[in-house]
C-alpha cells in the first residue's frame, strides 16, 4: 500500500510517521484492500481541521479527523477503457485523504489516559475504515467498525 504522510509543519516524529504507516498497512490487510491502492495522511493544526470541517461538512469546529474518500469502492481503473494499449495496465485506487489534527489528538490523549502514539494511531485506523465504507451512524455499525479498530490496535501493540 502506497501512503503518503503529509506534516508541512512537522509535527510527527519519524517514528510516528512510520507507526501510522505500518497501522494502515495492518488495517489493509485485515480488510483486505487492494495492496497497490494509495492514501494519504495530513497532519494539521486545529485551525485547518476546522476551516475543512466548516466548507466539506457545515460545521465549524475543530475535530479530531476528517475522510475524504475518493473512489466510493471502485477498484482497478483499467486505462484501455481510454486508449488502446497492447497491454492494457492498471492504475490503482486512490482510496483518499485523512487529516488529523495534532492539537485535538494530544488533547484526547491527555483526556483518555493514554499516549500520543495510541491516539494517531486510533485516528488513523478510525479515518482508514472510513475510507473503506465502514461508518458508525446506527449502534450496529459503531459496534463493528470499533471492533475492527480495537483489533487492528491491540494486534499492533497500541493498547490504552
Same mark, same amino acid.
Given at each position: 500500500?502506497? *501512503?503518503?504522510?503529509?506534516?508541512?509543519?512537522?509535527?510527527?516524529?519519524?517514528?510516528?510517521?512510520?507507526?501510522?504507516?505500518?497501522? *494502515?498497512?495492518?488495517?489493509?490487510?485485515?480488510?483486505?484492500?487492494?495492496?497497490?491502492?494509495?492514501?494519504?495522511?495530513?497532519?494539521?493544526?486545529?485551525?485547518?481541521?476546522?476551516?475543512?470541517?466548516?466548507?466539506?461538512?457545515?460545521?465549524?469546529?475543530?475535530?479530531?479527523?476528517?475522510?475524504?474518500?475518493?473512489?466510493?469502492?471502485?477498484?482497478?481503473?483499467?486505462?484501455?477503457?481510454?486508449?488502446?494499449?497492447?497491454?492494457?495496465?492498471?492504475?490503482?485506487?486512490?482510496?483518499?485523504?485523512?487529516?488529523?489534527?495534532?492539537?485535538?489528538?494530544?488533547?484526547?490523549? *491527555?483526556?483518555?489516559?493514554?499516549?500520543?502514539?495510541?491516539?494517531?494511531?486510533?485516528?488513523?485506523?478510525?479515518?482508514?475504515?472510513?475510507?473503506?465504507?465502514?461508518?458508525?451512524?446506527?449502534?450496529?455499525?459503531?459496534?463493528?467498525?470499533?471492533?475492527?479498530?480495537?483489533?487492528?490496535?491491540?494486534?499492533?501493540?497500541?493498547?490504552?
Amino acid at each position: 500500500m502506497n *501512503i503518503e504522510i503529509i506534516d508541512d509543519e512537522n509535527y510527527l516524529t519519524l517514528d510516528q510517521s512510520d507507526l501510522l504507516k505500518e497501522l *494502515i498497512n495492518l488495517a489493509s490487510k485485515k480488510l483486505e484492500v487492494n495492496p497497490h491502492s494509495e492514501v494519504d495522511i495530513s497532519i494539521v493544526d486545529n485551525e485547518r481541521i476546522q476551516q475543512l470541517n466548516r466548507d466539506f461538512r457545515n460545521k465549524d469546529q475543530a475535530t479530531d479527523v476528517l475522510s475524504f474518500a475518493l473512489n466510493e469502492g471502485e477498484e482497478w481503473l483499467e486505462l484501455d477503457s481510454f486508449v488502446e494499449l497492447e497491454e492494457s495496465p492498471q492504475i490503482a485506487p486512490h482510496l483518499g485523504d485523512i487529516i488529523i489534527s495534532i492539537e485535538r489528538a494530544k488533547e484526547q490523549a *491527555i483526556e483518555y489516559g493514554h499516549s500520543i502514539d495510541r491516539e494517531l494511531g486510533f485516528l488513523a485506523v478510525h479515518g482508514f475504515l472510513h475510507l473503506n465504507g465502514y461508518d458508525h451512524q446506527t449502534a450496529e455499525e459503531e459496534k463493528e467498525m470499533f471492533a475492527l479498530q480495537d483489533e487492528v490496535l491491540k494486534e499492533y501493540g497500541l493498547c490504552r
